[in-house]
């Protein structure tokens, strides 16, 4: 049976500027923005210890999950030192709405991009198994 195996892409549509948001998430992110604007990410460039991996999920209708994002969606991005990204925004004067947080799977932080998109950050570790 044909079926999904990763996430080929993401892509946002910018409310104002494309190429100005594009430069943000380049400057505070560290995305390398390719010529064509956009950036590529490599699963081998990945060091974290899991092999690397995308979660999906739905979100509840009702939930806060998203806020204070009113957009019907929220980009998790996997980082590799959490503190070295905190202390890079911070640097740049951009809050972070909650975190760095730590979970069986990893520490998670939580900014805003300048359109109002909330921006999930995860420097994973790995999966604990159970017994």
């Excluded at 998430?25 to 699963?43: I, K, P, Q, S, T």
């Excluded at 081998?44 to 092999?51: K, V």
């Excluded at 806060?64 to 004067?93: C, E, K």
Aim: charged share 25%; aromatic share 12%.
């Amino acid at each position: 049976m044909a079926r999904v195996t990763g996430i080929g892409g993401v892509f946002i549509k910018a409310r104002g500027d494309a190429k100005a948001l594009a430069a943000w998430y380049r400057d505070h992110l560290g995305l390398e923005l390719a010529e064509f604007g956009g950036a590529v990410l490599n699963w081998p460039d990945d060091t974290a210890e899991d092999g690397g991996l995308t979660v999906w999920a739905a979100a509840e209708a009702d939930g806060d999950w998203f806020a204070p994002s009113t957009a019907s969606f929220m980009i998790n991005y996997r980082v590799d030192d959490m503190d070295g990204m905190i202390a890079r925004l911070t640097d740049a004067g951009i809050p972070i709405q909650k975190g760095p947080e730590t979970f069986e799977n990893g520490r998670f932080a939580w900014i805003m991009d300048p359109e109002g998109n909330k921006v999930e950050l995860w420097e994973p570790k790995l999966w604990q198994e159970k017994d």
